[in-house]
Nanobody, 124 residues
Framework: QVQLVESGGGLVQAGASLRLSCAAS????????MGWFRQVPGKEREFVAA????????YYGDSVKGRFTISRDNEKNTVYLQMDSLKPEDTAIYYC?????????????????WGQGTQVTVSS
């Protein structure tokens, strides 16, 4: 089992930045590729970003490319999502997830463990 706990969400104005963190425990963190997803009530979970096990490869959804940056610190068992130039349409619950594969999947079903989510609200 891998336990994931997100933090760093909040209410910000458009154009601001936030950094989300996801702390992992339970298994060897570097054995898992990590991803961030987001979801708005009534809509499907949307892929945001993913990172390979050692951090050498990153992947982004089209709506966040150039604004969001995913990174990880395997010594701290933590994955981050730096979100810049936030827009009202970025408002959602953000989830981190872990997969046993090599990373890069944009499909929620490919991930084995999920956090409880953290709310991000961007006002106009």
């Amino acid at each position: 089992q891998v336990q994931l706990v997100e933090s760093g969400g909040g209410l910000v104005q458009a154009g601001a930045s936030l950094r989300l963190s996801c702390a992992a425990s339970g298994r060897t963190f570097s054995n898992y590729a990590m991803g961030w997803f987001r979801q708005v009530p009534g809509k499907e979970r949307e892929f945001v970003a993913a990172i390979s096990r050692l951090g050498g490869r990153t992947y982004y959804g089209d709506s966040v490319k150039g604004r969001f940056t995913i990174s990880r610190d395997n010594e701290k068992n933590t994955v981050y999502l730096q979100m810049d130039s936030l827009k009202p349409e970025d408002t959602a619950i953000y989830y981190c997830a872990a997969e046993r594969g090599y990373g890069g999947s944009h499909l929620p079903g490919e991930y084995d463990y999920w956090g409880q989510g953290t709310q991000v609200t961007v006002s106009s």
